[in-house]
Each structure stands twice: as C-alpha cells, then as structure tokens.
C-alpha cells in the first residue's frame, strides 16, 4: 500500500512538470513569433540585437544589411512596445526580458517607437 501512495504521487508530480513544461513551450513560441518584412531574396542570416533598457532603445539608431533579423529585447522591468511609425511592426506589449524580432528583407529607414511611451523611438536603417 505505502508503495502504489509512492507511485500515485510521483505520477502527479510528472503532470504537474508537463503542465509546466506546456506552458514554457507556449511562452517560447509566443516570445519567438518573428514578423518578416519578407519581399523575396535570401537573408545573411544575421541576428542583431537591440536594448529596451532606462526607458531608451539601444542602440536607438541601427544599420543592418539586408536579410538581418532585428531582435529586440526589453531590459525594463516596465513593459514597452516595438511599433513602427508606419504599422508595419508591432510586438504589442514587450514584459521584462521579452523578445521580438523582424526580419528586414528590403532596404530603407524603418522608424519606430514605443506606443506605451511615444517619446521612446528609434530607427533601423537597412543598407544593401
Ligand atoms: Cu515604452
């Protein structure tokens, strides 16, 4: 008897973790949902990083070459947006340490800003 008590526990352990294995999966393909400036033409490949970080993004001003992904990252304890000034973008609420990324497919100046925080903006220039 002390045993199958043993046995049912461990197994309601077990679901517990898938509950929450579940979740973190959920979380993952949430944070990793990639917008794709896509028009056609291969990508280099290339993943650069911007900060959210003391109500700024940093760098606020990047230049990539065509095909880099864009991911940006909130460092802020506060929630912050990634939207671009001509709604071709938006990552809708960023929580700390909440990720977004665009692949720029096209050259050009992409501006954006925080829709929490309207002063907070930045631009990506996208180079041949
Ligand atoms: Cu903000």
Redesign the pocket.
């Known amino acids: 008897m002390k045993g199958e008590v043993g046995v049912k526990k461990r197994a309601a352990k077990t679901a517990k973790s898938f509950t929450l294995f579940g979740l973190l999966c959920l979380c993952l393909v949430l944070g990793l949902a990639a917008c794709d400036l896509s028009f056609g033409g291969g990508g280099t490949g290339l993943t650069k990083e911007v900060h959210?970080y003391e109500?700024s993004f940093s760098p606020d001003r990047l230049q990539v070459k065509v095909g880099t992904i864009v991911e940006w990252k909130n460092l802020?304890t506060?929630?912050?947006?990634v939207t671009s000034d001509i709604d071709l973008f938006d990552s809708g609420p960023l929580e700390y340490t909440g990720t977004y990324r665009v692949s720029f497919t096209r050259t050009g100046t992409y501006g954006y800003h925080?829709?929490?925080?309207p002063l907070?903006h930045g631009s990506i220039v996208v180079v041949p």
């Open positions: 959210i109500n802020n506060v929630a912050h947006t925080c829709s929490l925080h907070v």
